[in-house]
């Protein structure tokens, strides 16, 4: 029998976001219905609603959530009910051509429910991610659903499910950020500090965080940045290789994902140093570069993909650090806000006012 629930939908392309009654149906084979806690504000959930992802309205935003299983269905032997669980949107198939060659974190057909979450008409919702988590209840697949020590609060430990994660690994995972090495990070907000803590952890001896905000630049500080560069005034590119000898950093993220942070963080690169692109870029974006300057000044180009993370490995990892105090996820959140409070979260993080917003249901 579908359960009822309040969720924040985007009817239309755009249009502020709504708050309705939704129909959750009971989990299938292979699925999971998940009581949700609480669910980061991010980004990405801004583009659904603008259609800068796909035109599958309306959609059920949300997907950085922790939460609660209530139910499981046939065939899921690794969860039950009263499960304390982090929600990501990747879940390993285990049979693409990706799986096959054992690197998961690549899946190319990664599960979702079987069964489609509805308005109270029967209008199917597009799930933001697979996942659809700002809302009371949600329906994922099994893999989706990743459990963690319940000693952490369920709104830090959801920003596990994407942000944290997505910015720690492109340093980690995607980055290979090592002992000793420069690194520098080209935006500041959540993405962007989980990439700084990230390459601290890892070993870094300079991580150098590079934004228009003092206020951003003064957090990152906060999260393990060495030095700041406030590109407002400052060209970056010059201010990053002095900071570096000269030469330009081994390692440059961008967290932004446009063209001119892009170019930013190609020439702020060292010769055979690596560009990790973890900002996520709207569709219509272009880059240009010389192509003697693609082959001159090797090195690796690289996107990450969530931070080339494989959830069921990385999680408990994160939520580990973060109990042992060595990854301040608390740090992360600006403010709690209510299913409610979503539109209003999104301007204040268009206009750069905070971290993260985080829904508590």
């Known amino acids: 029998m579908p359960h009822e629930a309040r969720a924040v939908v985007a009817l239309k392309k755009g249009a502020p976001v709504e708050v309705l009654p939704i129909l959750v149906p009971d989990p299938g084979p292979g699925d999971v219905l998940v009581t949700v806690q609480a669910c980061g504000v991010c980004h990405t959930d801004l583009h659904y609603r603008d259609g800068a992802i796909g035109d599958d309205f309306p959609y059920l935003l949300g997907h950085e959530a922790a939460g609660v299983v209530e139910a499981v269905g046939a065939g899921v032997t690794d969860l039950a009910p009263g499960d304390y669980v982090v929600l990501a949107w990747r879940a390993p198939c285990g049979q693409c051509r990706a799986c096959r060659r054992a690197r998961p974190w690549y899946c190319f057909d990664s599960r979702n429910a079987g069964r489609s979450m509805t308005l109270l008409d029967g209008t199917e919702l597009s799930a933001a991610l697979g996942i659809g988590a700002f809302a009371e209840k949600t329906l994922v697949a099994a893999g989706q659903a990743v459990k963690v020590d319940p000693s952490a609060r369920p709104e830090a430990a959801g920003l596990i499910g994407c942000g944290v994660m997505a910015g720690y690994g492109a340093a980690v995972h995607t980055g290979g950020v090592g002992s000793g090495d420069t690194v520098a990070v080209i935006g500041c907000g959540g993405v962007g500090n989980a990439a ?3 390459a601290s952890r890892a070993g870094a001896r300079r991580v150098i965080a590079v934004d228009l905000d003092e206020g951003k630049l003064d957090a990152a500080e906060r999260f393990g940045a060495t030095d700041t560069v406030n590109s407002r005034g400052t060209d970056p590119v010059e201010a990053v290789r002095a900071l570096t000898g000269g030469h330009g950093a081994d390692v440059v993220i961008d967290a932004v994902g446009r063209p001119e942070t892009y170019r930013q963080a190609f020439y702020m690169r060292d010769l055979a140093g690596t560009l990790v692109q973890v900002g996520v870029p709207d569709p219509d974006m272009r880059i240009e570069l010389p192509l003697i300057d693609l082959f001159s000044r090797g ?15 990385d999680f408990p990892v994160l939520i580990d650090l973060f109990l042992s105090g060595k990854l301040d996820l608390e740090r992360f959140i600006s403010e709690t806000v209510t299913l409610d409070d979503v539109e209003p979260a999104f301007a204040k993080m268009q206009r750069g006012e905070v971290l993260r917003s985080v829904v508590v249901v």
């Open 299 to 313: 090195g690796a180009l690289k996107s990450s993909w969530y931070g080339d993370c494989l959830p069921s490995r």
């Open 196 to 198: 700084i803590a990230g």
